[in-house]
């Protein structure tokens, strides 16, 4: 999310807030940029090219999540592969937890992810 965030979202110079705390049986992390936020109708474009049935998605992480969407047209080291966020939803998805996307276009954007926490482990 970070690097998605240095390579998509803010422009020569920005700032990135991460927060990350329990409550009760629930871990939460915050990713948020203060860059120019998601433009969805771009992605819903590409989105919508590679899997057709998104056409009326409001969740904007399905969107930006799908394999092969990417709104840089250079690939860079940092990113630019259109797989990045496939990944984190992929991992979110095995941890069971949860991700939205607050889009903040043109401030920024906010990911915020709930993972439940094992008490078992966090007892031991």
Known sequence: LVRNAVDHGIPDRGRIDIALFRERDTIFLSV?????????????????????????SQDIFELISVGGVSTVTTVTDISGRGVGLEVVRAEIDALNGKISVENRKPKGVVFEIAIPSDDSEAAA
């Open 32 to 56: 948020a940029d203060d860059g120019r936020g998601i433009d969805v109708e771009e992605i819903r474009r590409q989105a919508m090219n590679l899997v057709p049935a998104l056409a009326e």
